[in-house]
């Protein structure tokens, strides 16, 4: 494993210790976005990338969709049994494995990607899904001075994200939601 992997691993597994940290899931709060914009099929294959606690995988598993979830870390994993956890390094290839799923839902946490490996992360996630949708924050993080670090190391505009995804998919719908933005982006 890299340094800078290390480094970010480190960090989220001291980050997720802070118990306000979990209060709250992006992905749990999305899902009903992304089931209106992507409109899965029931049983439809889904990797909740960035997973974190496992809050988003859950609420879509309830919906009654096929789920594994990845993160850098399961150190804020809520186990369950249903739900399989891959661990890795996004942007080092270890995305979904062997597997290829209909969809990838990837909230609240393109932003915390080191700037020179997004577009290696967005190949990565198209790579095993053709379609994804993404939430991802404008804004500098909240949580990381309680560790001293930067938890959102790739605070950029809507148009830089709109203009990143756009040169590594197809760029179905994109809304700024002001702070964040929703991208809904299919394999070209």
């Not at 899965?40 to 990338?49: E, K, N, T």
């Not at 148009?159 to 702070?179: H, K, N, P, S, Y």
Request: hydrophobic share 40%; net charge negative.
């Amino acid at each position: 494993m890299s340094k800078i992997a290390e480094a970010e691993r480190s960090k989220y597994s001291d980050i997720w210790q802070l118990p306000d940290y979990a209060k709250g899931s992006p992905g749990e709060s999305l899902v009903e976005m992304f089931v209106d914009i992507a409109k899965p099929s029931p049983r439809a294959s889904i990797i909740d990338v960035g997973a974190g606690s496992g809050a988003g995988s859950r609420a879509l598993s309830e919906r009654g969709f096929n789920v594994c979830a990845f993160d850098l870390t399961d150190t804020a994993w809520q186990h369950d049994d249903n739900i399989p956890l891959q661990t890795g390094t996004i942007w080092k290839g270890t995305i979904g494995l062997a597997n290829l799923f209909d969809y990838a839902y990837c909230c609240d946490m393109m932003e915390h990607i080191p700037t020179q490996f997004v577009a290696l992360s967005i190949e990565q996630i198209l790579r095993v899904a053709p379609k994804a949708f993404f939430s991802i924050s404008f804004t500098p993080d909240n949580f990381g001075r309680f560790i001293r670090q930067d938890l959102h190391l790739t605070v950029k505009p809507f148009m830089w994200w709109r203009d990143t995804l756009r040169e590594l998919g197809t760029v179905e719908e994109a809304r700024d939601l002001i702070g964040e933005g929703v991208f809904y982006v299919t394999g070209s």
